[in-house]
């Protein structure tokens, strides 16, 4: 299924979340990750438009930035999002080695304990870097919660099979999930089977 992006809002404080008249209470799919690990870069490349903006510089994204997506094109256009994509600012970028919450804007705690709409959590980590302790913080955070979360390993496109492998195997046991896809926002490789996942969260 096609769906057409739209940008919504950026936010900066608890007040902007879009509300219920904008959502339509539609799931939510936010995309969490360290400074620079390619959140804006995935969301990008599943919606197919460069809508997201990217850098090679960390901490390019600020604030919370939605997206609404709708099924359908021009007339076709349902007038209610059938999904929403909410990209966050990184962490671990400012300091080391800080907790999530403490280095993290003041809003997103509250997004991610509040927010009732969000379905789904991505949470993605770097297949080139060896586990992070902070990424190890958010999964926990997630699994305390229990809320649902998806852990995908980015720009897998850099490495080779036989090193990838290697890599998810360290991330898999470190971060204590089943399950890490790997994904390259460069190739598309691995968006198909996260769409199949975000699919499963419009149902
Ligand atoms: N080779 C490769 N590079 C990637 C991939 N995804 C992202 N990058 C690069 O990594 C850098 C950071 O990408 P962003 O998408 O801006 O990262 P981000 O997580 O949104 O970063 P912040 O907004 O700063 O938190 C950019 O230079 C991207 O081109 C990938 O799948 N493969
Ligand atoms: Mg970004």
Redesign the pocket.
């Known amino acids: 299924m096609r769906l057409n992006p739209v940008f919504m809002l950026s936010a900066t404080d608890v007040a902007h979340f879009p509300s219920e008249s904008k959502t339509a209470n539609a799931p939510e799919v936010a995309f969490l990750?360290r400074?620079?690990?390619?959140?804006?870069?995935?969301i990008n490349s599943l919606l197919g438009a460069k809508l997201a903006h990217?850098?090679?510089t960390?901490?390019?994204?600020r604030s919370i930035n939605f997206f609404a997506l709708y099924e359908g094109t021009g007339s076709k256009q349902k007038a209610q999002p059938s999904l929403i994509f909410a990209?966050l600012?990184?962490y671990g970028?400012a300091k080391i080695s800080k907790s999530i919450s403490s280095e993290w804007p003041q809003f997103i705690e509250p997004y991610l304990t509040e927010r009732e709409t969000l379905a789904l959590a991505i949470c993605?980590v770097d297949t080139n870097i060896p586990p992070q302790a902070s990424d190890t913080q958010l999964i926990t955070f997630f699994k305390q919660m229990q809320r649902p979360f998806l852990v995908v390993g980015?720009?897998?496109?850099?490495l080779s099979n036989n090193v990838l492998s290697k890599s998810l195997a360290a991330l898999r046991q470190a971060h204590e999930v089943d399950e890490i896809l790997p994904?390259?926002?460069?190739t598309d490789a691995g968006t198909k089977v996260l769409w199949q996942h975000l699919m499963e969260v419009m149902d």
């Open positions: 990750g400074s620079n690990v390619g959140k804006s870069s995935l990217t850098s090679s960390p901490g390019r994204t990209d600012p990184g970028y993605l980015t720009k897998a496109d850099r994904i390259s926002a460069k």
